[in-house]
């Protein structure tokens, strides 16, 4: 056992729920820790496929707790939704808490959301529209309403009545929006509120006891070239997906964490704008889309894709101190030709970066410069074990082990649970 950090490598969208759920079995807790109902997860077990947006991917798990903790932003109305379909389907919520500590998206994060990201014109960020983003905001200047607070309703009321003033003269006077109503927004809320109130406790506690155990796995959301403060930033999100942000969203010491595990796919996608400078604007682009369905969880919207970054990749290991890898989506690549993978850029004047510059953001002047390696056509979406892999794919994967310097722990040839080959176990 071990309280392990499973965090997104690149941008986001790199099955992450897949490797969470395979991990499951060997902890008593998974923990979500960042992020809203901007990210998604989607699992396959047995051919039936599962998508989340708030809940843990470990609630298929009837024997560990799940716990939604702190470092959440929460949309009530949402979260009710998502419980109700996995009831529906024989899901079991009875393993499941909900953080008091949470804060709450409110219907004016997502307007506000949707005014400020219009009022940018051309430099849209590409946010989902979700009220992620002025979540965290309010949380930050200390004008949020948290999860304790929302499902009691005097408790509710009351703060409700503080903010949604100073919420108002935002909305009227910046954007000339029309005022919310209190009573309009208590009665929206009301049913979500009653549906929440039996999961919300004091999850601190409940999760310091798990660590101690050393029985936690903790599930990042976007991915850490998304974080707030280390990614790329303008275009980033809100909170913190690198494995620090287990520690910020849950109360957990950094001592108590034994390992992190990096999950990437085997080429990039980035959804929304930003700098992606190995994106693939042909045929091949339009190959990885389709074959690897790159279609968002959450909003549906087609994903940007791309030959693998090795100079991002390096980087997100660096940030999060990866232990181990997990490298998925080695299927959607079959049938090319050749395989690239970007070991540096080139900038302007011709300059060779092979550290992902502050100002990725910002910059123009960037050329990657790839390694060829040969393609392969043998699908190896049936393969169980390295030896059954074409030998193509096993040169792409020793390659990228050897460029990263960090072990590849697992192998993902397809969404099934059970399409997972095992490489090191004793790094799980």
């Known amino acids: ?29 998974v923990v979500r820790y960042s992020g809203g109902n901007n990210a998604g997860h989607s699992v396959t077990v047995q051919g039936v496929e599962y998508k989340f947006h708030l809940v843990p991917a470990g609630i298929l798990h009837p024997h560990l ?39 709450v998206i409110l219907p004016w994060h ?17 946010t989902t529209g979700r009220g992620i983003g002025p979540a965290y905001a309010d949380k930050a200047a200390r004008m949020g309403i948290r999860m304790a607070e929302f499902v009691h309703p005097q408790r509710f009321a009351a703060r409700l009545q503080t903010v949604l003033a100073h919420k108002n003269r935002l909305l009227t006077g910046v954007y000339g929006a029309e005022p919310l109503k209190a009573e309009n927004i208590l009665q929206e809320l009301e049913t979500a509120a009653k549906w929440l109130q039996p ?3 004091d999850t601190a506690l409940l999760i310091h006891n798990a660590a101690s155990r050393h029985s936690v796995l903790f599930e990042g959301a976007q991915g850490a070239l998304l974080d707030i403060d280390l990614g790329t930033y303008p275009y980033v999100t809100s909170s913190h997906p690198i494995a620090g942000g287990a520690c910020l969203g849950t109360g957990i010491g950094p001592k108590m964490i034994d390992r992190v595990i990096g999950v990437a796919k085997s080429y990039t996608t980035r ?6 400078p190995t994106e693939l604007l042909n045929e091949t682009g339009s190959f990885i889309r389709e074959r690897g369905h790159e279609y968002g969880t959450t909003t549906g919207r087609p994903r940007r894709c791309g030959w693998l970054d090795m100079v991002a990749l390096r980087y997100a290991a660096r940030i999060n101190g990866l232990d181990a890898l997990a490298l998925g989506h080695l299927d959607v690549l079959c049938g090319l030709d050749e395989v690239n993978i970007c070991v540096a850029y080139k900038d302007g004047s011709g300059n060779t970066l092979e550290d992902l510059p502050s100002d990725l953001a910002s910059r123009t002047d960037l050329t990657p410069v790839y390694e060829r390696l040969p393609g392969w056509h043998t699908d190896p979406a049936e393969a169980a074990y390295w030896h059954e892999l074409p030998q193509q794919a096993q040169q792409f994967i020793q390659r990228v082990q050897d460029l990263l310097n960090i072990p590849i722990a697992t192998l993902s040839v397809g969404p099934a649970r059970e399409q997972t080959i095992l490489m090191r176990p004793e790094l799980l």
């Not at 056992?1 to 997104?8: E, L, P």
């Not at 702190?70 to 949402?78: E, F, L, N, S």
């Not at 959804?271 to 992606?276: R, S």
């Open 199 to 201: 999961f919300v406790c």
């Open 1 to 29: 056992m071990a309280n392990t950090i499973v965090v997104g490598a690149q941008w986001g969208d790199e099955a992450k729920g897949k490797i969470v759920d395979y991990l499951s079995d060997h902890v008593d807790m």
């Open 110 to 126: 997502r307007l506000q959301d949707e005014l400020e990201e219009n009022a940018r014109g051309e430099e849209k960020i590409g």
């Open 65 to 103: 707790l799940c716990v939604i903790s702190d470092g959440v932003v929460i949309d009530p109305v949402i979260l009710m939704q998502e419980l109700q379909s996995l009831q529906a389907r024989g899901i079991s919520l009875s393993n499941l808490k909900i953080s008091g500590a949470a804060h």
């Open 271 to 276: 959804v929304g704008a930003g700098a992606f």
